[in-house]
């Protein structure tokens, strides 16, 4: 299993940044790809970005040039860089890890982008 804690939400202004991260731990090892989703009130869970374990990104259309996913290997953490935020990206931004025998996923962290 893998335990992954998500931080970084919040409110942030039409046109700010905010930067999450998510903190893995446990079955490092057998994790081939971390993403980043996202649920909005009513509306069903999407994929926002992902980042394999060779490094290659997919990011959904509609976040492409705003959002960058990354990771630090050696803190075993998974970063989104959100810039350019707008209303409809606000939702509950969840931490992914696929696993060849499962999917972990955190707990979710709120992010807010209004005036």
């Known amino acids: 299993q893998v335990q992954l804690v998500e931080s970084g939400g919040g409110l942030v202004q039409p046109g700010g940044s905010l930067r999450l991260s998510c903190a893995a731990s446990?079955?490092?090892?057998?994790?081939?790809?971390m993403g980043w989703y996202r649920q909005a009130p009513g509306k069903q869970r999407e994929l926002v970005a992902t980042?394999?374990?060779?490094?290659?990104?997919n990011y959904r259309d509609s976040v492409k040039g705003r959002f960058t996913i990354s990771r630090d290997s050696a803190k075993n953490t998974v970063y989104l860089q959100m810039n350019s935020l707008a209303p409809e990206d606000t939702a509950v931004y969840y931490c992914?890890?696929?696993?060849?025998?499962?999917?972990?996923w955190g707990q979710g962290t709120q992010v807010t982008v209004s005036s």
């Open positions: 446990g079955s490092i090892f057998s994790i081939n790809v």
């Open positions: 992914n890890a696929q696993r060849a025998t499962g999917a972990n």
């Open positions: 980042i394999t374990y060779g490094g290659s990104t």
